[in-house]
């Protein structure tokens, strides 16, 4: 499994003219290698070869790693950089890491000044972006989980308890149901806090008429999920049910078009036209989705920018929104495996709007 994912990134540093790469994302390191440390301000990096003589650079304090390429060890009082600068190829282009800091790769540069530096990210965000069965399977499991807390944490909700405690709640069921860790801090949102996409839960208490953003996700074996449901405490305004069902038809739309071979981007003007006819468009303010996998948000988005197709395997979110300021928001969101001949939801909890409370 491991030598295939690494050999899909050996063949993305070949079509960008490198033989060499220098990978220092925790994640990526072991989505290549298995091996997971956290290094914390310590160098970690994964240096890949065209000819197969990898390296891990590791700290001494570091686990010792089940792999079969040369280990390089120091410690902290050791110059690091120096090291791995007398390991790499000094007279041919470097491909870097988006994630690796100034403070290994200005010292490196100086230490080989022949050596051009290229941004070579996408050879292993690429290669993550197209999940594999067994990762399939990981995020499946995940967004179970997160249908699970969902449904519970709708079933519980009473008027007058705090955003914060609804938020608490989720969190305690996230580790009833044994996951690793919260993907993200859980944002509930009652009435006008809704407008603000990403607001903060607070001491905000529930009232007849509001509505409630839940947006939650927790991480279950590494593999992350996310999902938005919007509720109603009580009868809603018909204004505010009308403008949950546009948006929940946006998000119906875009995931009706997913497939192989069709343009992100394409998805997005589907969802944002469609809000926009509604006399709404100005209100929808973020991107269609984002990719997901080890962390919440990775590279790759579905956007009027991402002239990108679809390829099976990519996982990714379908999340549009209203949000009018100081007064309502609504967002309805799913994660969305492409398949080969189209795509798997993976969120089952119902997406029309109900009262709860």
Same mark, same amino acid.
């Given at each position: 499994?491991?030598?295939?994912?690494?050999?899909?990134?050996?063949?993305?540093? +070949?079509?960008?003219?490198?033989?060499?790469?220098?990978?220092?994302?925790?994640?990526?390191?072991?989505?290549?290698?298995?091996?997971?440390?956290?290094?914390?301000?310590?160098?970690?990096?994964?240096? #890949?070869?065209?000819?197969?003589?990898?390296?891990?650079?590791?700290?001494?304090?570091?686990?010792?790693?089940?792999?079969?390429?040369?280990? @390089?060890?120091?410690?902290?009082?050791?110059?690091?950089?120096?090291?791995?600068?007398?390991?790499?190829?000094?007279?041919?282009?470097?491909?870097?890491? +988006?994630?690796?800091?100034?403070?290994?790769? #200005?010292?490196?540069?100086?230490?080989?000044?022949?050596?051009?530096?290229? #941004?070579?990210?996408?050879?292993?965000?690429?290669?993550?972006?197209?999940?594999?069965?067994?990762?399939?399977?990981?995020?499946?499991?995940?967004?179970?989980?997160?249908?699970?807390? /969902?449904?519970?944490?709708?079933?519980?909700?009473?008027?007058?308890?705090?955003?914060?405690?609804?938020?608490?709640?989720? @969190?305690?069921?996230?580790?009833?149901?044994?996951?690793?860790?919260?993907?993200?801090?859980?944002?509930?949102?009652?009435?006008?806090?809704?407008?603000?996409?990403?607001?903060?839960?607070?001491?905000?208490?529930?009232?007849?008429?509001?509505?409630?953003?839940?947006?939650?996700?927790?991480?279950?074996?590494?593999?992350?999920?996310? /999902?938005?449901?919007?509720?109603?405490?009580?009868?809603?305004?018909?204004?505010?049910?009308?403008?949950?069902?546009?948006?929940?038809?946006?998000?119906?739309?875009?995931?009706?078009?997913?497939?192989?071979?069709? +343009?992100?981007?394409?998805?997005?003007?589907?969802?944002?036209?469609?809000?926009?006819?509604?006399?709404?468009?100005?209100?929808?303010?973020?991107?269609?989705?984002?990719?997901?996998?080890?962390?919440?948000?990775?590279?790759?988005? @579905?956007?009027?920018?991402?002239?990108?197709?679809?390829?099976?395997?990519?996982?990714?979110?379908?999340?549009?929104?209203?949000?009018?300021?100081?007064?309502?928001?609504?967002?309805?969101?799913?994660?969305?495996?492409?398949?080969?001949?189209?795509?798997?939801?993976?969120?089952?909890?119902?997406?029309?709007?109900?009262?709860?409370?």
């Amino acid at each position: 499994m491991y030598q295939a994912r690494i050999d899909r990134v050996l063949q993305a540093m +070949k079509a960008m003219g490198l033989e060499q790469m220098i990978v220092s994302d925790p994640d990526s390191i072991w989505y290549l290698t298995g091996y997971y440390v956290y290094p914390f301000e310590r160098l970690f990096a994964l240096y #890949l070869r065209a000819d197969g003589a990898h390296k891990l650079f590791l700290n001494r304090m570091f686990p010792v790693p089940e792999a079969p390429w040369e280990q @390089v060890w120091f410690s902290d009082t050791d110059d690091y950089v120096a090291i791995l600068a007398q390991h790499v190829d000094a007279d041919k282009p470097m491909g870097i890491d +988006k994630e690796w800091p100034a403070r290994f790769l #200005l010292p490196l540069m100086a230490h080989n000044p022949n050596s051009r530096c290229v #941004l070579a990210s996408a050879c292993v965000d690429d290669a993550r972006a197209c999940k594999d069965e067994t990762e399939r399977e990981l995020m499946r499991r995940s967004s179970q989980i997160n249908d699970i807390v /969902m449904e519970r944490a709708s079933a519980w909700i009473r008027e007058g308890m705090t955003e914060r405690e609804i938020a608490d709640y989720i @969190v305690s069921q996230y580790a009833a149901e044994g996951c690793d860790a919260m993907a993200f801090q859980p944002i509930v949102s009652f009435g006008p806090h809704a407008a603000d996409p990403h607001h903060e839960a607070d001491q905000t208490r529930l009232k007849a008429g509001d509505c409630i953003v839940i947006d939650m996700g927790c991480r279950k074996d590494r593999y992350c999920s996310d /999902m938005t449901r919007t509720f109603f405490c009580g009868t809603p305004d018909p204004k505010y049910a009308a403008i949950h069902d546009l948006v929940r038809e946006a998000n119906e739309l875009a995931e009706s078009m997913i497939r192989p071979g069709v +343009k992100l981007c394409d998805l997005d003007k589907a969802a944002r036209d469609h809000i926009a006819a509604a006399g709404y468009g100005e209100y929808f303010t973020h991107r269609l989705g984002h990719f997901i996998g080890q962390t919440e948000h990775e590279q790759g988005d @579905v956007s009027a920018t991402a002239d990108v197709e679809a390829r099976p395997g990519m996982i990714f979110s379908i999340e549009p929104g209203v949000y009018l300021p100081d007064e309502f928001g609504v967002r309805v969101e799913d994660l969305v495996l492409v398949t080969e001949n189209g795509c798997e939801i993976l969120n089952h909890v119902d997406k029309h709007w109900k009262s709860v409370g």
